[in-house]
């Protein structure tokens, strides 16, 4: 399928995507606003599925392999982190599964599509319809105000602006900043302007948020706030959330942890806490 | 991405670098005013030298000279007579051909006398005639009417003192229009001298005078001469000379004069400006000596080519100059832009929408440029004509206008130029910020 599927509209395409995956599970089709209440039968439609992933680095004469040889999947409405100590090639898989950096050799199939045989046009207009990404740091644009940068990508679709406002305040309101919509980045606290990222990465309703230590600029309590925020709003909306950290406390919060040493998966753990203890 | 909002977002990367943005935009203004200014110079010279050319002639007509009538030996078949006229008007692009038939007139108006030619010429040169007072000679009319030049009273002198206008610079007190005067044709013989006799012809138009700054009558081509139908003149000159030779007319062999009228000129008519060249050529081809106007602008028209394109290349290095800096603004600010770029990638701007983005920014300095550079260029041109045109003036002749000149087109032309050099010196870097890599924008500094 690979560019049509990119080209059409999003709704259509993700119910597209998710006929072709998973035909016979039909309750997840109906409707990702139930996955809450259907959790358990959700959880078994992967939404992303990587296979025998290497990344090698040629760096001189030696060859540096930061991811070597990686299987997994991750299910709808899940929200997952990649933890690992620093080069242990976290951040690069989670580069390759957004579709940054093009992987040396194996498979990633995101909602039925071969990521890794996308060119650079495709890929742009993937994460354009598909992808929610929330940046270590949080990369707003300095010359627009909350408001204007929650609607931005909004534009790339071509989106009319009153239609785009209108969206924008409703995640900057979901974020808790209705009184912040006019305020500058530079007027604003570090974990302001992470909701005010978050508020971003939601507003084109993605299927996959991807986050690079959302959390890594902020101290400890906005951290937990943050944290809080952005696992509660994905629940609500059954999207899938796949953090990058390097911090085991944080990654705990998750529902599946992933750890990775020198480019491999070496264990994969259930999170241990509940809804509630947050 | 939608056009209004590129357009937006390039305008507000711009104002954020309002220095910037103003330096690279004053270099666009210098290009395009010098440009501007430089070849509404060039176009003023050359509408001045067209007036100038047209103000001594008409550009589609072509002046033909045959001197076989004075010439003793010529053959009679080399005269240039009616059917030779009419020959001439067969040609293509030959719209009309007017014989000329000159006679020598005395006049006397009171305590003056003075001398001129009478112009017997056919309609389309009396058409041609401006007139400052009166009407057109009716060629139905049953003596001969005159259209009089502004100048021909210059020509009178007191015939007791002897002097006229040329020696003592006064204007002899002579209204050719409103009172009459008398007219005296050549006599053809010694012997006859005593029995000459006054005419007297209606005037029924003067040559437009026009006055120069200071007031002075500007001469024209019609301004010392007398004017009237050819056919009305022929009449007259049978009338009065009957079956003796008309003085002026060449005779034949035994003192006898022919029985049809000899033209030393004719004037030739042609459709269009274009055509006189290839049309003159024909006519020298025939025998005979032809002169246009067109002949001389053609040749001055080249030479003012070359001036227009040294002005023009003057203009158009500052404006190169203006592009390079435009390139470098462009390349400084993909420089600090980088991560900023590499996040509207992660967003999902398309490649498209990220070049365009940055083609507009550079086509916006060039349209700035282009627009202030054009009021710029106006004021320079007001100013270049109110100082530096006065002094060109008297050779331009046509008044009002100034030696810088710009045409509705030529500002239309210069903002349009100047948006393309923009984005030409902006399509480098544009290219470049669309191949930047997304991963610029995970990179933590």
């Given at each position: 399928?690979?560019?049509?599927?990119?080209?059409?509209?999003?709704?259509?395409?993700?119910?597209?995507?998710?006929?072709?995956?998973?035909?016979?599970?039909?309750?997840?089709?109906?409707?990702?606003?139930?996955?809450?209440?259907?959790?358990?039968?959700?959880?078994?439609?992967?939404?992303?599925?990587?296979?025998?992933?290497?990344?090698?680095?040629?760096?001189?004469?030696?060859?540096?392999?930061?991811?070597?040889?990686?299987?997994?999947?991750?299910?709808?409405?899940?929200?997952?982190?990649?933890?690992?100590?620093?080069?242990?090639?976290?951040?690069?898989?989670?580069?390759?599964?957004?579709?940054?950096?093009?992987?040396?050799?194996?498979?990633?199939?995101?909602?039925?599509?071969?990521?890794?045989?996308?060119?650079?046009?495709?890929?742009?207009?993937?994460?354009?319809?598909?992808?929610?990404?929330?940046?270590?740091?949080?990369?707003?644009?300095?010359?627009?105000?909350?408001?204007?940068?929650?609607?931005?990508?909004?534009?790339?679709?071509?989106?009319?602006?009153?239609?785009?406002?209108?969206?924008a305040k409703h995640f900057l309101k979901l974020v808790g900043l209705e009184r912040f919509m006019k305020h500058m980045p530079s007027q604003m606290s570090g974990g302001q302007q992470?909701?005010?990222?978050?508020?971003?990465?939601?507003?084109v309703d993605p299927q996959i948020i991807f986050a690079d230590e959302p959390t890594g600029n902020l101290d400890s309590k906005t951290t937990l706030e943050v944290l809080k925020l952005?696992?509660?709003?994905?629940?609500?909306?059954?999207?899938?959330?796949?953090?990058?950290?390097?911090?085991?406390?944080?990654?705990?919060?998750?529902?599946?942890?992933?750890?990775?040493?020198?480019?491999?998966?070496?264990?994969?753990?259930?999170?241990?806490?509940?809804?509630?203890?947050? | 991405?939608?056009?209004?909002?590129?357009?937006?977002?390039?305008?507000?990367?711009?104002?954020?670098?309002?220095?910037?943005?103003?330096?690279?935009?004053?270099?666009?203004?210098?290009?395009?005013?010098?440009?501007?200014?430089?070849?509404?110079?060039?176009?003023?010279?050359?509408?001045?030298?067209?007036?100038?050319?047209?103000?001594?002639?008409?550009?589609?007509?072509?002046?033909?000279?045959?001197?076989?009538?004075?010439?003793?030996?010529?053959?009679?078949?080399?005269?240039?007579?009616?059917?030779?006229?009419?020959?001439?008007?067969?040609?293509?692009?030959?719209?009309?051909?007017?014989?000329?038939?000159?006679?020598?007139?005395?006049?006397?108006?009171?305590?003056?006398?003075?001398?001129?030619?009478?112009?017997?010429?056919?309609?389309?040169?009396?058409?041609?005639?401006?007139?400052?007072?009166?009407?057109?000679?009716?060629?139905?009319?049953?003596?001969?009417?005159?259209?009089?030049?502004?100048?021909?009273?210059?020509?009178?002198?007191?015939?007791?003192?002897?002097?006229?206008?040329?020696?003592?610079?006064?204007?002899?007190?002579?209204?050719?229009?409103?009172?009459?005067?008398?007219?005296?044709?050549?006599?053809?013989?010694?012997?006859?001298?005593?029995?000459?006799?006054?005419?007297?012809?209606?005037?029924?138009?003067?040559?437009?005078?026009?006055?120069?700054?200071?007031?002075?009558?500007?001469?024209?081509?019609?301004?010392?001469?007398?004017?009237?139908?050819?056919?009305?003149?022929?009449?007259?000159?049978?009338?009065?000379?009957?079956?003796?030779?008309?003085?002026?007319?060449?005779?034949?062999?035994?003192?006898?004069?022919?029985?049809?009228?000899?033209?030393?000129?004719?004037?030739?008519?042609?459709?269009?400006?274009?055509?006189?060249?290839?049309?003159?050529?024909?006519?020298?081809?025939?025998?005979?000596?032809?002169?246009?106007?067109?002949?001389?602008?053609?040749?001055?028209?080249?030479?003012?080519?070359?001036?227009?394109?040294?002005?023009?290349?003057?203009?158009?290095?500052?404006?190169?100059?203006?592009?390079?800096?435009?390139?470098?603004?462009?390349?400084?600010?993909?420089?600090?832009?980088?991560?900023?770029?590499?996040?509207?990638?992660?967003?999902?701007?398309?490649?498209?929408?990220?070049?365009?983005?940055?083609?507009?920014?550079?086509?916006?300095?060039?349209?700035?440029?282009?627009?202030?550079?054009?009021?710029?260029?106006?004021?320079?041109?007001?100013?270049?004509?109110?100082?530096?045109?006065?002094?060109?003036?008297?050779?331009?002749?046509?008044?009002?206008?100034?030696?810088?000149?710009?045409?509705?087109?030529?500002?239309?032309?210069?903002?349009?130029?100047?948006?393309?050099?923009?984005?030409?010196?902006?399509?480098?870097?544009?290219?470049?910020?669309?191949?930047?890599?997304?991963?610029?924008?995970?990179?933590?500094?």
């Open positions: 399928m690979g560019e049509q599927a990119a080209d059409r509209e999003p709704v259509a395409d993700k119910e597209t995507a998710a006929e072709k995956e998973q035909a016979a599970d039909q309750e997840s089709v109906a409707g990702k606003e139930q996955t809450t209440d259907k959790e358990q039968t959700a959880r078994k439609v992967p939404v992303i599925r990587v296979k025998d992933l290497y990344k090698v680095y040629r760096m001189g004469d030696e060859r540096v392999y930061a991811l070597n040889g990686v299987d997994f999947e991750i299910f709808r409405g899940e929200f997952c982190a990649i933890t690992g100590p620093s080069g242990s090639g976290k951040s690069t898989l989670l580069n390759m599964l957004a579709g940054l950096e093009p992987p040396s050799k194996g498979e990633i199939v995101i909602a039925g599509k071969h990521i890794e045989k996308l060119n650079e046009k495709q890929l742009v207009s993937f994460r354009r319809e598909r992808v929610g990404f929330i940046f270590q740091s949080y990369n707003l644009i300095a010359t627009m105000n909350a408001l204007e940068n929650v609607a931005l990508p909004l534009s790339f679709r071509g989106m009319g602006r009153s239609e785009r406002i209108r969206r992470q909701r005010v990222g978050i508020a971003r990465a939601l507003a952005m696992r509660q709003i994905v629940r609500k909306q059954g999207q899938t959330l796949v953090m990058v950290t390097h911090d085991n406390n944080l990654a705990s919060y998750a529902d599946r942890i992933f750890k990775i040493i020198d480019g491999k998966i070496v264990s994969i753990e259930e999170g241990k806490r509940d809804d509630e203890e947050i | 991405m939608r056009f209004s909002d590129l357009l937006i977002m390039s305008v507000n990367n711009l104002r954020r670098r309002k220095l910037r943005t103003v330096l690279t935009v004053l270099g666009v203004v210098i290009g395009t005013a010098s440009i501007v200014v430089m070849i509404s110079l060039g176009i003023g010279l050359q509408e001045m030298t067209v007036a100038q050319y047209a103000s001594s002639g008409s550009l589609t007509r072509i002046e033909i000279y045959n001197d076989a009538m004075w010439n003793s030996d010529a053959k009679e078949e080399s005269f240039l007579e009616d059917t030779k006229i009419a020959q001439l008007e067969r040609l293509p692009h030959v719209t009309a051909v007017s014989p000329i038939l000159q006679v020598y007139v005395q006049m006397r108006q009171g305590a003056y006398s003075g001398s001129s030619e009478i112009m017997g010429v056919s309609r389309e040169v009396l058409d041609e005639i401006k007139l400052g007072e009166g009407r057109l000679p009716d060629p139905n009319a049953n003596t001969m009417e005159l259209v009089v030049g502004n100048m021909v009273s210059r020509n009178f002198y007191n015939s007791k003192s002897g002097r006229g206008y040329w020696e003592t610079g006064e204007m002899p007190d002579v209204d050719l229009y409103n009172r009459q005067f008398f007219m005296i044709f050549q006599s053809n013989g010694p012997s006859e001298e005593q029995t000459e006799k006054k005419y007297i012809f209606p005037v029924c138009g003067m040559v437009e005078s026009k006055t120069d700054e200071n007031g002075n009558p500007v001469y024209n081509e019609y301004s010392y001469g007398i004017y009237t139908d050819i056919e009305l003149l022929k009449e007259q000159l049978k009338r009065i000379y009957r079956k003796n030779p008309i003085p002026g007319q060449p005779t034949n062999k035994k003192g006898k004069p022919y029985n049809y009228f000899i033209y030393s000129q004719a004037y030739v008519y042609v459709d269009d400006m274009e055509n006189v060249v290839s049309v003159q050529k024909e006519i020298t081809d025939m025998g005979y000596q032809a002169y246009s106007n067109m002949q001389w602008l053609e040749q001055a028209q080249e030479q003012l080519d070359m001036i227009q394109a040294v002005l023009g290349g003057i203009g158009a290095v500052s404006l190169f100059v203006a592009a390079i800096g435009i390139a470098n603004t462009m390349m400084m600010s993909i420089y600090e832009r980088t991560k900023e770029i590499g996040v509207l990638k992660v967003l999902g701007c398309a490649l498209g929408d990220i070049r365009s983005m940055f083609l507009m920014e550079a086509g916006f300095i060039g349209f700035l440029g282009g627009v202030i550079g054009l009021c710029l260029s106006y004021a320079v041109s007001a100013l270049v004509n109110r100082f530096l045109g006065a002094g060109l003036m008297g050779m331009g002749g046509a008044a009002g206008a100034g030696i810088s000149r710009i045409p509705a087109s030529l500002s239309v032309l210069a903002v349009v130029f100047a948006i393309m050099i923009g984005m030409l010196a902006g399509l480098f870097p544009a290219l470049r910020a669309m191949k930047l890599s997304p991963l610029a924008a995970i990179r933590n500094e």
